[in-house]
């Protein structure tokens, strides 16, 4: 949003059109689609397993990290993105009335995921995962992760363990 409002509308599209077109492939070639486009955040949605996911998110960090790198002048700041992922069941269907209609995924999965995409901002961490992803994955030792935090989040009644990915985060830092 900062961002954004340092451009005047064109600029906006194109910036934001060159951003989503450098995402897109992250999650396409992890068995991911694409849901819906949210200004500049991305809904996705992986049928596959959790590790589908959690891939898809790393590759977009690091493709992140290689944008920035092209960004390197005092009017382009480098980017940063948060993530959230969680898992479970949802339904993909249809809302809206007559004169308009579109296609969304609803279920408490999809609030959750939406929730701790949100408190990556809190954490200052750029892709956390719920318990029920972690337990999910087949390999998790495969991955850079550690335990946050045990949150409430709103709509929840008990708190529920996040994670942080830490898989993109350069050599010196993840160590």
Request: aromatic letters at 8%; zero cysteines.
């Amino acid at each position: 949003t900062k961002l954004s409002e340092s451009m005047n509308p064109e600029d906006n599209f194109k910036f934001i059109n060159g951003y989503l077109s450098r995402m897109e492939p992250a999650i396409l070639e992890n068995n991911g689609f694409i849901d819906k486009y949210i200004g500049d955040a991305i809904m996705a949605l992986f049928h596959g397993n959790a590790d589908d996911a959690v891939k898809g998110g790393i590759s977009m960090l690091k493709r992140l990290n290689r944008y920035n790198k092209t960004r390197q002048r005092p009017e382009r700041p480098a980017l940063k993105i948060g993530i959230g992922i969680n898992t479970g069941m949802l339904m993909l269907g249809t809302v809206g009335g007559q004169k308009r209609m579109d296609s969304t995924a609803i279920s408490d999965a999809v609030n959750l995921a939406s929730r701790v995409e949100g408190l990556t901002k809190i954490y200052g961490v750029s892709l956390l995962i719920t318990d029920r992803t972690f337990s999910r994955l087949q390999s998790p030792q495969d991955y850079y992760i550690r335990l946050v935090d045990r949150v409430a989040v709103k709509g929840k009644r008990d708190r529920i363990p996040v994670f942080e990915v830490f898989d993109a985060d350069p050599p010196g830092i993840r160590e």
